[in-house]
């Protein structure tokens, strides 16, 4: 299925769903509107991006993200999840091991570090060949990693959001952590690019 069919269907189940909570008295559309709209406002990859620049600095604090990446996250005023509370693991990417995350299931991800997905994250061509082949498909990123790093593939469940912790690019030892969390990208807090 291809990721444009795919998310039309779930646009279609969404509208659906909306249209049955209206319909039921459970809730007004315009409510809905606006719950969606502060769920999202709050969600953005520079959320992401300044926990990273603060671990990357602050070595106490990536101790604590990497032990517990939910509790941690909370210390700069983050939420892990979604509607529901989830835990957030963060596993660091190092000179011999490189992670990268996937929802095999469905499309399982920690929006409000990350921001809204993107369209191939959903897709089921990513969801099932990351796992399989994920040197190929980080190639198709344009990432290629040495024949002796490690990749680790980490699937998201509707209980556990997993977020990678990029290496610090050489030669900003000296930058700020605003000036360093305006180096991370989305993809390379899903994995699948590199700084």
């Not at 957030?88 to 996937?102: G, P």
């Not at 089921?124 to 190929?136: F, G, K, N, Q, T």
């Not at 997993?162 to 390379?188: D, H, I, K």
Request: with cysteine.
């Amino acid at each position: 299925m291809s990721g444009t069919h795919s998310d039309a269907a779930i646009s279609r189940q969404v509208r659906g769903l909306e249209a049955l909570l209206e319909e039921r008295g459970i809730v007004a559309g315009a409510a809905l509107d606006e719950a969606l709209d502060a769920f999202l406002a709050g969600s953005s990859p520079l959320n992401g991006a300044r926990v990273v620049a603060r671990a990357w600095t602050d070595p106490a604090f990536k101790e604590r993200l990497l032990a517990d990446g939910t509790a941690a996250v909370a210390e700069l005023g983050y939420a892990a999840g979604g509607v529901q509370p989830q835990r957030l693991r963060v596993v660091e990417n190092t000179a011999r091991t490189h992670n990268v995350i996937v929802c095999t299931l469905c499309s399982c991800y920690p929006v409000r570090l990350l921001g809204p997905s993107p369209s191939w994250y959903k897709s089921e061509a990513y969801r099932s060949r990351v796992v399989r082949e994920p040197r190929a498909v980080l190639a198709e990123f344009g990432l290629s990693l040495a024949p002796d790093t490690e990749v680790t593939v980490w699937d998201s469940s509707a209980e556990t959001r997993y977020m990678v912790l990029p290496r610090r690019p050489p030669g900003t030892e000296s930058l700020p952590e605003a000036e360093l969390a305006a180096l991370v990208t989305r993809n390379a807090l899903i994995g699948t690019a590199a700084l």
